[in-house]
Nanobody
Framework: QVQLVESGGGLVQPGGSLRLSCAAS????????MSWYRQAPGKERELVAL????????NYADSVKGRFTISRDNAKNTVYLQMNSLKSEDTAVYYC????????????WGQGTQVTVSS
């Protein structure tokens, strides 16, 4: 059974940091591109960061470049999102996504974890 379980969300003050984790099981994690998305109230889900399966190449939304870092540990089947210098506009539900490049339709989602940036 495929599972993506996010953790690490919570309430943090502006300028603070959080580290999100996404533990994967039930599929060949190392073969999948992993991404973090977020969805704020009243807004569409947007891509925050991704990391490729092989080379570990990363890509970020302009709004988080220089503040967020995505990484993966294939031995632990886990992907991380280190979030620094958090802003109120980073408040959203953050979702983990697994996508098998070259296999359209083969993608999985986690249940999401809430991140709230507020003083």
């Amino acid at each position: 059974q495929v599972q993506l379980v996010e953790s690490g969300g919570g309430l943090v003050q502006p300028g603070g940091s959080l580290r999100l984790s996404c533990a994967a099981s039930g599929f060949s994690f190392s073969l999948y591109r992993m991404s973090w998305y977020r969805q704020a109230p009243g807004k569409e889900r947007e891509l925050v960061a991704l990391i490729t399966s092989a080379a570990g190449t990363t890509n970020y939304a302009d709004s988080v470049k220089g503040r967020f870092t995505i990484s993966r540990d294939n031995a632990k089947n886990t992907v991380y999102l280190q979030m620094n210098s958090l802003k109120s506009e980073d408040t959203a539900v953050y979702y983990c996504n697994a996508y098998r490049v070259g296999f359209p339709g083969v993608k999985y989602w986690g249940q999401g974890t809430q991140v709230t940036v507020s003083s």
